[in-house]
């Protein structure tokens, strides 16, 4: 069974960071693509970025480049997002998934969520 667990969300100032992670059980992680989606009240889900399952190609949202770093540690089944220089507009629960195939930005394809972890940026 496959498991998606995120963790490092919660409250914080505009202009601070927070580093969110996904932990990953029940799947060969070294062979998934991984990318984070966001949602926040009342939109849509938005894609935000995707790691290859190497770790050797990543894609971002227009909205997060130059501020957010996807990265993964397979030794550890765990991917991570390094969020720097929030904005009120990042707040948005963060979801994490897993997919078979690493595609660029809203062509990646989820065959796996996870629970989500809320992300809220004050001003």
């Known amino acids: 069974q496959v498991q998606l667990v995120e963790s490092g969300g919660g409250l914080v100032q505009a202009g601070g960071s927070l580093r969110l992670s996904c932990a990953a059980s029940?799947?060969?992680?070294?062979?998934?693509?991984m990318g984070w989606f966001r949602q926040a009240p009342e939109k849509e889900r938005e894609f935000v970025a995707a790691?290859?399952?190497?770790?050797?190609?990543?894609n971002y949202g227009d909205s997060v480049k130059g501020r957010f770093t996807i990265s993964r540690d397979n030794t550890k089944n765990t991917m991570y997002l390094q969020m720097n220089s929030l904005k009120p507009e990042d707040t948005a629960v963060y979801y994490c998934?897993?997919?078979?195939?690493?595609?660029?930005?809203?062509?990646?394809?989820?065959?796996?969520w996870g629970q989500g972890t809320q992300v809220t940026v004050s001003s």
């Open positions: 998934g897993a997919s078979r195939r690493y595609q660029k930005g809203n062509l990646f394809r989820s065959d796996y």
């Open positions: 029940g799947l060969t992680f070294s062979s998934s693509a």
């Open positions: 790691i290859s399952g190497g770790g050797s190609f990543t």
